[in-house]
């Protein structure tokens, strides 16, 4: 994937309209979430030079709702 380059402000925008949505702050919460992981999964595997075979479904719950995450496993 190509590296996308977005000014602070414009990923607000972005933020802000996702957050308008039905769900939109749990939508924000998830991508965030996968966002992490696979940073620290990318950061993992550079250090241990090792490689990642995919994703796993996990389900998270907290406050009455379900995130359904997709997590890097190796």
């Given at each position: 994937m190509?590296?996308?380059h977005f000014t602070r402000e414009q990923v607000t925008?972005?933020?802000?309209?996702i957050a308008k949505e039905d769900n939109g702050?749990?939508?924000i919460m998830k991508m965030r979430?996968?966002?992490l992981?696979?940073?620290?999964r990318q950061e993992h595997n550079d250090i241990q030079r090792d490689m990642s075979n995919g994703y796993r479904s996990v389900k998270?719950?907290?406050k009455g709702k379900i995130?359904?995450?997709?997590?890097p496993r190796s």
């Open positions: 190509k590296d996308l925008k972005i933020l802000e309209n702050l749990q939508e979430l996968e966002a992981m696979r940073a620290e998270a719950f907290g995130l359904e995450l997709k997590v």
